[in-house]
């Protein structure tokens, strides 16, 4: 029921098991989803959050990017609802396109929405996240801007809401590829084979660029 000891005896980023966090013996709880945050070169630089609700990624941009200090608010304006797909995709949005530029799969984990029922806390506009990725591990909170503020409906504040004794790397890089935002530029016409994804392989060796092939470009929404 639990894998913790699964956990213990690997190093995940040397074998390509499953790591087991995702699981840990709470599939049916509904309160626990997928989050991902995607650094987004668009034509302005933001973070995008999404945590899979109702079958879809619930998104906001976050264009001052993720608080980390106690009390720190950041603007995230609420976007359109994205399949659930996209929580794997890293790559090039080719110019032209909505959302054209560079995008990193910055952030990956699971969020537990404290206190309340997810939709029900999306409806009424406050949701308390706890976070577990691999970079953020704590407590924020999402809490809709009244209407009548100078910014509209979908604006939302993102607040870290206490202060966390996990310190969050420095390392701007991809938590699925490894890659910067420069090395996923240079990459345009690469996506991560997201069917087959080679995690063990460290980035930069040989091995793990063979896990990297050139897919033709979808049109995708941000
Ligand atoms: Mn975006």
Redesign the pocket.
């Known amino acids: 029921m639990s894998l913790t000891r699964y956990n213990a005896k690997r190093d995940f980023s040397r074998t390509r098991e499953p790591q087991g966090s995702t699981a840990v013996g709470k599939a049916d709880d509904p309160r626990r989803m997928l989050f991902v945050i995607q650094k987004?070169a668009?034509t302005r630089l933001?973070f995008?959050l999404r945590l899979e609700m109702g079958g879809v990624l619930k998104s906001w941009?976050v264009p001052k990017g993720i608080p980390t200090l106690r009390g720190e608010k950041r603007l995230a304006m609420q976007v359109e609802d994205h399949p659930v797909e996209y929580a794997s995709f890293e790559g090039i949005i080719p110019p032209g396109n909505y959302?054209a530029g560079t995008v990193m799969l910055w952030e990956a984990g699971i969020a537990e929405v404290l206190d309340d029922e997810p939709l029900r806390a999306l409806r009424k506009g406050r949701l308390a996240l706890q976070l577990d990725g691999r970079k953020l591990k704590g407590r924020w909170s999402l809490v809709r801007m009244r209407p009548g503020e100078e910014r509209g409906e979908n604006a939302w504040l993102l607040i870290k809401t206490e202060a966390d004794a996990t310190p969050i790397p420095a390392a701007d890089r991809s938590v699925q590829s490894g890659r910067t935002m420069e090395q996923i530029a240079a990459a345009a016409d690469l996506t991560w084979p997201s069917s087959q994804p080679d995690r063990n392989t460290r980035p930069g060796t040989r091995h793990a660029r063979a896990g990297w092939r050139a897919r033709p470009q979808r049109r995708r929404r941000?």
């Open positions: 987004h668009a933001h995008d941009a959302g941000t």
